[in-house]
């Protein structure tokens, strides 16, 4: 019964619309009682013979009209439980959708996406579930198995009524028995779906990768061989879960067998008459469903007890990155300054920057190249704050970026990761998914700036193009210069491109560089790329390599110093230069 304790938040709140479910279901139990008394009563008329027609017809009026008060009544249960649970449902997906939206980067490197996906799907159904059926199998058990116990007492015979209900506390026995094994194998039980929920996932996002590399066969008996785990963890839930019902019939039968042979005995001694019996038997068919809703409430309970557990274990979770509820509100403007002495991500003891120091004045451009794994992303990545645990400080028009409002500061950023997300949508909404109000014409004008114009221009549906799930339908090139636009259109005041140049060729590069250097004469950028071309008419070039500043200055300093940049900057340059070789050949 913890579960019911759990959710006394929500119980509490919405006690007036329960306590109308629970008056119908009251008002439905005692309507319940009426019909078996009624037939009774026929059954010894006829017996005795003295069934008069006017006594039959109104008898029928009654039931006709219990009927339909019992009708009323179900509505008013259903329609207040029923729909208090769905709303239940509502508020837990919204908590937790929300929950997702503000955790940091360390969250999603925990928790997989299917395993997400799983607590906001099963996990908050079988919560749910306790709101609702919890809910009416626990009331409905006590009242409707409480109102027909005094109904067999009071208008049959209380002998028989003790004697009939002996079994019953075999059922509590088993049913906390079974619980306790239920709650564990459940448990396993979403854990596994789990599991199978981020393989079919993976499998899915990554289905070009494994088509492209002829992985099918293997990838299918991976999944199948997951699917067959969790069946058969499934099947231990079910072999349990299946026990409820057969050892509820059990208890019910040996309930009527004692009612047929004492029963029988009171009405050939002349103690009840064979219409109290039938009354009686119709009684005791009622407490079927109480006891069987006992048995599922156990189920019911432990269910939801073991998801809500896991809901409540991600909701627990906090982000490391923090909105400062004091923070500056306005946008920030001016130069960056980064002083960050050391950082480590979270959970891994190696420092990935040390000593990274530099200045980007407003307007200027810095570049960041050096080899994979460097660290050039991890340097945006914090002034993106999606990591706040270092030590030093990233000023940007003066404000350390941690005392900014996050609302504030994200909205003056635009950022375009090599890996571009695009949403299954259309192209126009796409462009415009930072700004949903934005213009058409502003729409075409950062699509120019992004040298996407002319080829949006020649698709058949033209902004009205999908581009399918994640961009599928587009050319690696077309995503960037797409995320490039969307970037363009909220004109920020921080423009990062982390290696967003990298799909697409030369001559496109050096047009989207020229455009941003005209139209972003008063604004800063910083281009992180493995192709130095991006980055050579930058202000000032950084070198990264191990996490520190190895190389700086101009494109003309670099290569006078004879570094890393000047052989990468040769090397590409020789590369090219075969490149168009083969190509005229």
């Not at 015979?157 to 002996?166: F, G, M, Q, S």
């Not at 581009?467 to 690696?476: A, T, Y």
Request: proline share 3%; aromatic share 8%; net charge neutral.
């Amino acid at each position: 019964m913890s579960i019911f304790v759990k959710l006394s938040w929500y119980f509490k709140q919405e006690w007036k619309t329960y306590m109308v479910g629970v008056c119908g279901l009251i008002l439905t139990a005692l309507l319940a009682i009426i019909p078996p008394r009624i037939i009774g009563v026929l059954v010894d008329a006829i017996h005795s013979g003295k069934l008069a027609a006017n006594n039959l017809v109104i008898l029928l009026i009654v039931l006709a009209v219990v009927a339909i008060a019992q009708y009323g009544s179900r509505y008013m249960w259903r329609t207040a439980i029923w729909g208090e649970a769905a709303k239940l449902e509502k508020v837990l997906r919204n908590r937790l959708f929300w929950h997702y939206t503000q955790m940091d980067q360390a969250f999603f490197q925990k928790y997989r996406t299917g395993d997400l996906m799983a607590h906001a799907t099963n996990d908050l159904s079988a919560i749910q579930r306790v709101a609702g059926g919890g809910i009416l199998q626990f009331a409905d058990s006590m009242i409707t198995g409480g109102t027909t116990l005094i109904a067999m007492v009071s208008l049959i015979d209380w002998r028989l009524t003790i004697i009939a209900i002996v079994p019953f506390p075999l059922l509590a026995v088993m049913a906390r028995y079974m619980g306790s094994k239920i709650h564990i194998a459940f448990r396993d039980s979403q854990a596994a779906f789990s599991r199978l929920n981020n393989k079919a996932e993976e499998s899915i996002t990554g289905i070009k990768v494994i088509k492209g590399l002829g992985q099918q066969k293997e990838d299918m008996a991976d999944f199948d061989n997951q699917v067959a785990q969790t069946i058969n963890i499934n099947r231990r839930v079910n072999r349990l879960d299946s026990l409820f019902d057969p050892m509820t019939t059990m208890i019910i039968s040996l309930s009527y067998v004692i009612t047929i042979v004492y029963g029988g005995y009171l009405v050939t001694t002349g103690q009840i008459t064979i219409g109290s019996l039938v009354s009686f038997v119709s009684y005791l068919a009622m407490m079927i469903w109480p006891m069987f809703a006992v048995g599922m409430l156990f189920n019911t309970l432990e269910r939801g007890n073991a998801s809500y557990d896991r809901v409540m274990d991600l909701l627990k979770q906090q982000s490391k990155v923090i909105d400062d509820p004091d923070g500056a509100n306005q946008s920030p403007k001016g130069e960056i300054k980064y002083d960050v002495q050391q950082f480590a991500y979270p959970g891994d003891d190696r420092l990935a920057l040390q000593q990274i120091n530099f200045e980007v004045p407003a307007g200027k451009t810095v570049g960041l190249v050096g080899k994979v794994g460097s660290g050039k992303s991890t340097i945006l990545r914090l002034i993106l704050r999606q990591f706040d645990n270092y030590k030093g400080s990233i000023k940007f028009g003066g404000i350390d970026i941690r005392h900014y409002k996050m609302d504030a500061l994200i909205p003056a950023i635009g950022y375009v990761p090599q890996d571009t997300f695009l949403f299954s949508d259309s192209i126009r909404e796409n462009i415009r998914f930072a700004r949903p109000q934005a213009s058409q014409k502003q729409v075409e004008l950062a699509a120019q700036k992004s040298d996407l114009f002319d080829q949006i221009k020649g698709m058949p549906d033209g902004y009205d193009t999908a581009v399918g799930e994640e961009g599928i339908s587009l050319s690696g090139g077309q995503r960037q210069r797409l995320a490039i636009a969307r970037a363009l259109l909220i004109n920020p005041e921080l423009l990062i491109l982390d290696d967003a140049l990298s799909a697409v060729d030369a001559e496109t590069e050096t047009q989207i560089l020229d455009n941003l250097r005209s139209e972003r004469k008063e604004k800063t950028t910083i281009i992180s790329a493995h192709r130095l071309s991006s980055v050579m008419n930058a202000d000032e070039i950084l070198v990264i390599n191990d996490g520190r500043i190895a190389e700086r200055g101009t494109h003309d300093e670099l290569m006078t110093l004879g570094g890393w940049y000047h052989d990468m900057f040769e090397r590409q340059e020789l590369e090219t230069k075969v490149k168009g070789g083969q190509n005229n050949g």
